[in-house]
C-alpha cells in the first residue's frame, strides 16, 4: 500500500490563478480531511469529506473549495490565489468518521503551493 | 473557540535526558487531544491519543482537565526521537483538528 498520495507534489502558480490539488486515500479509507501549512506553524484544518460529503469546514474563504469522488479521491480547489495561499497542503484519509480520531488519520507528503 | 499552545518552539536535550513537551488547550467541550510526530523527510504521523492510554516509543501523555495541558513525556531522550511535534485537538464530531505550532525536539548525542 502506497499510502496517502498527493499530486503534484510542488507548484508554482501567479496570484489570481486557480489551483487544482488532488488527493488519494488509503484503499478502504473514506474520509480525507485537507489542511493547510504555512511555513513555521502547524496544520489548519480546511475540509472534511465523508462519503462524498462535506462534513467539516476551518476558518478559510470561499476561494477554497473541495470535493469528494465516488472512488474516495478528493480535489482542493482554491480561486483567485493570493501570495498568502503559498504553504503545504496536506490530505489525511481515515477509515471512518463519527469517532473520528479513534481512527488514526494518515498524512500524505503534501504539495507545496508557490504563489509568485 | 479551540486553541492548542505549544510555548516552545525548540526544545534540546542530551540523550538520555528526560524530555518534556508542553502542550496547553482552551476548549470549553469535552477534548480529544493527540500527539503528532513529523521525522526529517516524513510525513505527519499519529504518535498518541490521550483516550488510549498509551506509551508508544518510551513516550507518555496525561490529559490534565484541571490545567488544560496534555505534555508529553519521556524519561530518557534518545537520538532518534529527534523530530518536529505536534500537539492536537479534536472539538467535534468531523475530524475538525486543531494543531499547535509545533515544537522541534533536538537530541543532543
Known amino acids: 500500500d502506497a499510502g496517502v498520495t498527493q499530486s503534484p507534489t510542488h507548484l508554482i502558480k501567479t496570484r489570481g490563478q486557480h489551483v487544482t490539488l488532488r488527493c488519494s486515500p488509503i484503499?478502504?479509507?473514506?474520509?480525507v480531511s485537507w489542511y493547510q501549512q504555512v511555513l513555521g506553524q502547524g496544520p489548519q484544518f480546511i475540509f472534511q469529506y465523508y462519503e462524498k460529503e462535506e462534513r467539516g469546514r476551518g476558518n478559510f474563504p470561499d476561494r477554497f473549495s473541495a470535493r469528494q469522488f465516488p472512488n474516495y479521491s478528493s480535489e482542493l480547489n482554491v480561486n483567485a490565489l493570493l501570495l498568502g495561499d503559498s504553504a503545504l497542503y496536506l490530505c489525511?484519509?481515515?477509515?471512518?468518521?463519527?469517532?473520528?480520531?479513534?481512527?488514526?488519520?494518515?498524512f500524505g507528503q503534501g504539495t507545496r503551493l508557490t504563489v509568485v | 473557540a479551540q486553541r492548542v499552545t505549544q510555548p516552545e518552539k525548540l526544545l534540546s536535550v542530551f540523550k538520555g535526558a528526560p524530555v518534556e513537551l508542553k502542550c496547553n488547550y482552551s476548549y470549553s467541550g469535552s477534548p480529544e487531544l493527540f500527539w503528532y510526530v513529523q521525522y526529517s523527510r516524513q510525513r505527519l504521523q499519529l504518535l498518541l491519543r490521550?483516550?488510549s492510554r498509551e506509551s508508544i516509543k518510551g513516550f507518555t501523555a496525561d490529559l490534565n482537565k484541571g490545567e488544560t495541558s496534555f505534555h508529553l513525556k519521556k524519561p530518557f531522550a534518545q537520538e532518534e526521537d529527534s523530530a518536529m511535534y505536534y500537539c492536537?485537538?479534536?472539538?467535534?464530531?468531523?475530524?475538525?483538528?486543531?494543531f499547535g505550532t509545533g515544537t522541534k525536539l533536538q537530541v543532543i548525542p
Open positions: 492536537a485537538l479534536n472539538s467535534g464530531g468531523y475530524q475538525k483538528v486543531t
Open positions: 484503499s478502504g479509507h473514506k474520509s
Open positions: 490521550h483516550i
Open positions: 489525511a484519509s481515515s477509515p471512518r468518521q463519527g469517532q473520528p480520531m479513534n481512527t488514526e488519520a494518515f
